[in-house]
């Protein structure tokens, strides 16, 4: 049985292990056991309200997207199918959260890594825009990076409005690079890194005053 073929009731029946539960818009994500491998299922099926259940639907959707268009892209868990419309299915990559790891272990070789990688997104016309959030930013066990949760990921070619939009999340990829940098390993942060950290275009400084408030409202709206 492939991972697309799964049933929720089969998934239930499977060997698993929850790595954070869900509630309002955060979906659930559990390790599970299929056919001698390990997979990672990112499940919105909990959302309680009509309106989280539907924003998981949507989310799902377009994270799927955006995995099937980085196909094969080494740093990229590899899409394995859908659950059904409110669960995605990934290969389980063995990695750690990058602030978990002994800053020591972190070389420039990872940064210059995670900067191809980012590189590579966004040729394939995907700016992450949420890679502030250090946690969608990984390292396996061999010490190479790894980019998880595209639900906020803007892709060239869904609407006219993204091309005003997508360069600002390419800046925003590429601060989060720095941010990251910045904390664990300030000694390999350049002074030209530094200063792009620090400083926000007016684009950039508008693009936030919307979204954010957005993202608060459909947070509440979700939790209810």
Same mark, same amino acid.
């Given at each position: 049985m492939t991972a697309s073929e799964l049933t929720r009731q089969q998934l239930d029946s499977l060997p698993s292990k929850t790595l954070r539960s869900g509630y309002g818009a955060r979906p659930e994500v559990r390790i599970i056991r299929s056919d001698s491998r390990d997979l990672l299922v990112k499940d919105y099926h909990k959302g309680k309200s009509l309106f989280g259940r539907l924003l998981g639907r949507f989310l799902t959707c377009r994270e799927k997207i955006?995995?099937?268009?980085?196909?094969?892209?080494?740093? !990229?868990? *590899?899409?394995?199918?859908?659950? %059904?419309?409110?669960?995605?299915?990934?290969?389980?990559?063995?990695?750690?959260?990058?602030?978990?790891?002994?800053?020591?272990?972190?070389?420039?070789d990872f940064f210059r890594?995670?900067?191809?990688l980012v590189t590579n997104l966004h040729r394939r016309g995907i700016a992450h825009g949420d890679l502030h959030k250090l946690d969608n930013i990984l390292i396996d066990d061999r010490g190479r990076p790894?980019?998880?949760?595209?639900?906020?990921?803007?892709?060239?070619?869904?609407?006219?409005?993204?091309?005003? !939009?997508? *360069?600002?999340?390419?800046?925003? %990829?590429?601060r989060g690079i720095y941010k990251l940098k910045n904390q664990v390993a300030p000694h390999l942060l350049s002074e030209q890194q530094r200063k792009f950290l620090n400083h926000h275009s007016l684009g950039e400084r508008i693009f936030r005053r919307i979204r954010d408030p957005v993202r608060s409202l459909i947070k509440r709206w979700s939790s209810k």
């Open positions: 955006a995995y099937e268009r980085l196909k094969d892209l080494p740093g !990229v868990p *590899r899409y394995c199918g859908l659950l %059904d419309p409110y669960a995605l299915i990934l290969e389980y990559v063995p990695s750690k959260h990058v602030q978990d790891v002994d800053p020591a272990q972190i070389s420039a890594l995670l900067s191809e790894v980019v998880v949760d595209f639900t906020s990921a803007i892709m060239t070619g869904s609407n006219p409005l993204v091309a005003l !939009v997508f *360069r600002i999340l390419c800046d925003e %990829d590429r």
